[in-house]
């Protein structure tokens, strides 16, 4: 579990431009009027796909909230969001053990305080033994 989250924030990190990010469960404080993104990795219930149940699916998806300022339109984040959405296409397989299956999605999240905000979901699956 730890390496497939290693290897999907790798991918994301590798992206540019660059963006400042806020780890999961990590102290950030955010700069003024400087847009950020956070991570979160989320897991769905494992299924079992070998018999003798020695090696198990995992799947889940990984959601990048992109924190921009208030008050400054909406273009900046939804070409971040894109970003992400091309380059994480169906089919796409990382470091030979994390797979994309699934779109990339979107959603608006509006604005909280002085950040506008939108989730961008990327829908994985890995196998453990």
């Known amino acids: 579990m730890i390496e497939a989250?290693?290897?999907?924030?790798?991918?994301?990190?590798a992206l540019t431009p660059k963006i400042d990010t806020a780890f999961e469960n990590t102290a950030y404080k955010p700069t003024s009027g400087k847009p950020y993104q956070e991570f979160y990795f989320k897991?769905?219930?494992p299924d079992s796909i070998v018999i003798d149940d020695t090696i198990v699916e995992q799947?889940?998806?990984?959601?990048?909230?992109?924190?921009?300022p208030a008050g400054k339109g909406v273009k900046d984040a939804?070409?971040?969001?894109?970003?992400?959405?091309?380059?994480?296409?169906?089919?796409?397989?990382?470091?030979?053990?994390?797979?994309?299956?699934?779109?990339?999605s979107v959603d608006i999240l509006g604005t909280?305080?002085?950040r506008y905000s939108v989730a961008v979901s990327i829908y994985f699956k890995f196998y453990e033994e």
């Open 112 to 114: 909280d305080g002085d």
């Open 59 to 68: 799947g889940g998806f990984f959601q990048i909230t992109l924190r921009y």
């Open 43 to 45: 897991l769905s219930e």
């Open 78 to 104: 939804l070409e971040r969001a894109e970003l992400y959405k091309k380059a994480f296409k169906v089919g796409m397989v990382l470091e030979n053990k994390v797979y994309i299956i699934a779109p990339t």
């Open 5 to 13: 989250r290693q290897i999907i924030e790798r991918a994301i990190l």
